[in-house]
């Protein structure tokens, strides 16, 4: 039976990992661990989608007599579920330094809300020096969470050689994770020539590895299983990244801006290099939307514009026929995975799949 | 006996450690492995005065007949020397980031270098936009090394109680210098008001854990000494990192230029929060002072005042006898090490008190 994890439970994981790193700093300035409470607040409310993941999978993966215990006791299980929000945390603080943004989930993000918490006073004009102080803020608690998220993983009480293979997990999730990261920056710099190739394995790198593949193949070795069936883990979760990020560009162009949370067309907007904006720039329309690739002030007539002319041009239909493609992958995987696994995961795993191809936001 | 370790053993090293992270982008972007290249480059030629204590400390600690062997095998001594030097480098990569800096030991800095690297053509004129671009891969490069610096602690074939203690140093390292460094930057934005007492903690914090406690324990740890001997080290390290950092505030007053190689006076022109102004701040020149801190243009003229000014308000030999006080207290310190420590140790540690106190670069 698969058991519904209780986001409180993994909350209170994350608020312990952020107590442990703020004792830490126990009589230190008082403005550091103000900052480092901030952290933990922005931290908290995401949709807990990699926590639970990992945790649903161990859930049902795991021999029921030979399962780490998550209520109550201390347990390297509960502990990887929130170095792995934590992780997922850490990055956002940098990318939204790299990205200048102030902004996350439709609330401001920990850099705009240090910036204004570290207000003197009412009559505090300047804004723009808090700013660039809190995204300093962020870089150094950036590093200190992902410090924290290593010290977790390294000292699981666990057999050696199982560490180390969570250890290689991790150092695999980050190192993709990076390059998909500077890939994305040097893609809207112009520095690397926007060919389709590379935008889906910067989009591939950024999130598919450490969003699907470290929760997936995590559960996997602490469940016991060897590392080929964990590979198969790892496969599948490289295909949920692209079924996740082709969604995702989706809705940037063509979701309900009220349930996704974003501005209309932000990736256009920000000139982002999307899927959606590799296929148009193959088509007669291209010299039509580049106009408006990287305007941040379109009005709701360049919207509409741009809106048509990525339908006539065919991206739409190009992009739900890959994100169908890719979910019909997804479940030949998931067979794969049936082959060897309780009946249960296939369940799990399939209504992950429907709810990935589904999402509104 | 007391051995010299070469310079080019610690470089080979460090190289072998980006060769590690290097190799493990293979077959990504090419121009991620260009900039991992840059890095490698800009990490090497520096003094090595980090892993230098570590592996001369531990040479003498050691006991002969159970040292870890570092010619020719490989050896976690080798790769903890080689982390230490590298977690400095990551440090020094989000430093430059935070303090928008381009030059780094008199040259181009990582950032400067990469921006210049990267230019399309000659006549590529969009500096500041390949700078924006070369600081985020600042940030994502430092994030690599600071992840790799992790797993290098995290794999050491060791005992596991063991591998705890050197995590336990690392992650205090770590965590002292990024408070120290959320504390200079605070400092230096006005959002934490120049107390002395909070002056001298951030230079303690922001340099003296990682460069003489991290070393120095580790050393002490490798060669098999227990914690209650380790903390000795620890306490001596505390103490170096002051004497260190004074004379940094020393010579960037009224040192010889040529030979440090920065601006004169260049930490009044930044507005940094020295034991030279915290002392300055008290004493009746500080308004004739004030007008200049914080103002990179300064003329000769200008400089020979403020140079005059710190003289006479009793700066100058304010820090000559706060150098000459925390001298001797290191010196006290190597008493007490030396009641448990080979002959070869108090030898070792009394050249390195001389060396920081005389340093003239």
Chains 1, 2 share one sequence.
């Not at 989608?49 to 780490?68: H, N, S, T």
């Amino acid at each position: 039976m698969m058991v519904e994890i209780e986001t409180s439970a993994i909350d209170y994981e994350i608020r312990a990992m952020f107590r442990t790193v703020i004792d830490k700093t126990e009589g230190h300035h008082p403005s550091f661990r103000k900052a480092l409470h901030i952290a933990a607040n922005s931290a908290l409310g995401g949709k807990l989608l990699r926590p639970r993941l990992f945790l649903d999978l161990y859930e049902v993966l795991a021999d029921p007599d030979d399962k780490f215990r998550y209520d109550g006791v201390e347990s390297p299980v509960k502990e990887i579920a929130a170095a792995i929000e934590v992780l997922h945390f850490a990055f956002l603080l940098h990318d939204d330094v790299i990205d200048g943004d102030f902004i996350r989930r439709g609330r401001p993000n920990f850099i705009s809300r240090l910036a204004q918490q570290s207000k003197i006073s009412t009559d505090d004009h300047h804004d723009a020096e808090r700013k660039e102080w809190a995204r300093s803020s962020a870089i150094l608690i950036g590093d200190l969470l992902l410090a924290e998220v290593h010290q977790i993983f390294a000292r699981l009480d666990l057999p050696h050689a199982k560490r180390l293979q969570l250890l290689d997990l991790l150092d695999h999730a980050i190192t993709d994770s990076i390059i998909g990261e500077f890939m994305d920056v040097s893609l809207s710099k112009g520095l690397i020539s926007p060919q389709l190739a590379d935008v889906q394995q910067m989009s591939r790198l950024k999130t598919a590895t450490y969003t699907f593949e470290l929760p997936l193949c995590s559960a996997a070795i602490m469940a016991g299983y060897d590392p080929q069936k964990s590979a198969e883990f790892a496969t599948l979760g490289g295909l949920l990244g692209l079924l996740f990020q082709f969604q995702d560009d989706f809705l940037s162009a063509f979701g309900n801006q009220a349930e996704h949370g974003k501005d209309e067309l932000s990736d256009v907007r920000e000139g982002k290099e999307t899927l959606i904006i590799a296929y148009a720039r193959k088509t007669a329309a291209w010299p039509l939307i580049q106009p408006y690739f990287g305007n941040a002030n379109l009005n709701k007539e360049n919207i509409r514009e741009i809106k048509e002319l990525l339908v006539t041009c065919g991206a739409q239909s190009f992009l739900e026929d890959t994100i169908a493609h890719t979910a019909r992958l997804c479940r030949d995987q998931i067979l794969r995975i049936t082959a060897f696994s309780p009946a249960e995961v296939p369940v799990l795993l399939n209504a992950l799949v429907d709810s990935l191809e589904g999402r509104r936001s």
